[in-house]
Antibody
Framework: EVQLVESGGALVQPGGSLRLSCTASGFKFNSYWMSWVRQAPGKGLEWVANIKEDGGDKYYVDSVRGRFTISRDNAKSSVYLQMNSLRVEDSAVYFC?????????????????????????WGQGTTVTVSS | QSVLTQPPSASGTPGQGVTISCSGSTSNIGSNTVSWYQQLPGTAPKLLIYSNNQRPSGVPDRFSGSRSGTSASLAISGLQSEDEAHYYCAAWDDSLKWVFGGGTKLTVL
């Protein structure tokens, strides 16, 4: 069964740090990009960051760049989100998701082209609460 | 303020059809494909549509997607009570980030 399981959510004070983990099973983890997406209480979905299959490329939403770091350990089929300098507005359920970003080399054009198909597998989420 | 714009709510009666719109710009929907997600209360989002109009296996053909220019739509036919959920559109933005719509709460009357 294809599955993602997040852990690490907790109550933390403003300015504190937290590390979220997401462990995958049932698929070839090192063949997929992975994303973190969050949802504040009563709000919509907000993408946070993603990371390429080999960890070589990483992208972040502006509001977390410089404070959050995404990483992965393919040997452990796991992706992580290190969150520093946490703010009250970072309080949310954090989901990890399998990201269907694909980079193909088009021989006819002799260039790489990226395709962004969506996120097809989601974990159950882990709750981060930032409060004093 | 979400980058992609969706109506906050939509409704229909069982058996009816409903369409949810998603408006973006040339840097997201205009350049990259759109995906749609269903989120039932208290659960994780579920991929409904990818590549504008493709359904993952297991998604009923009552759900269909389309894209035109910088806008996209999710159509649901033959509404069922279990379709009551929040629906989100998403696309990659050329500023190197995924962007989501604010979500549409679908009520089945």
């Amino acid at each position: 069964e294809v599955q993602l399981v997040e852990s690490g959510g907790a109550l933390v004070q403003p300015g504190g740090s937290l590390r979220l983990s997401c462990t995958a099973s049932g698929f070839k983890f090192n063949s997929y990009w992975m994303s973190w997406v969050r949802q504040a209480p009563g709000k919509g979905l907000e993408w946070v960051a993603n990371i390429k299959e080999d960890g070589g490329d990483k992208y972040y939403v502006d509001s977390v760049r410089g404070r959050f770091t995404i990483s992965r350990d393919n040997a452990k089929s796991s992706v992580y989100l290190q969150m520093n300098s946490l703010r009250v507005e970072d309080s949310a359920v954090y989901f990890c998701a399998r990201d269907l970003t694909v980079i193909r080399f088009l021989e006819a054009l002799w260039e790489e082209k990226s395709y962004y198909y969506g996120m097809d597998v989601w974990g159950q989420g882990t709750t981060v609460t930032v409060s004093s | 303020q979400s980058v992609l714009t969706q109506p906050p709510s939509a409704s229909g009666t069982p058996g009816q059809g409903v369409t949810i719109s998603c408006s973006g710009s040339t840097s997201n929907i205009g350049s990259n494909t759109v995906s749609w997600y269903q989120q039932l209360p208290g659960t994780a989002p579920k991929l409904l549509i990818y590549s504008n109009n493709q359904r993952p296996s297991g998604v009923p053909d009552r759900f269909s997607g389309s894209r035109s220019g910088t806008s996209a739509s999710l159509a649901i036919s033959g509404l069922q009570s279990e379709d009551e959920a929040h629906y989100y559109c998403a696309a990659w933005d050329d500023s190197l980030k995924w962007v989501f719509g604010g979500g549409t709460k679908l009520t089945v009357l």
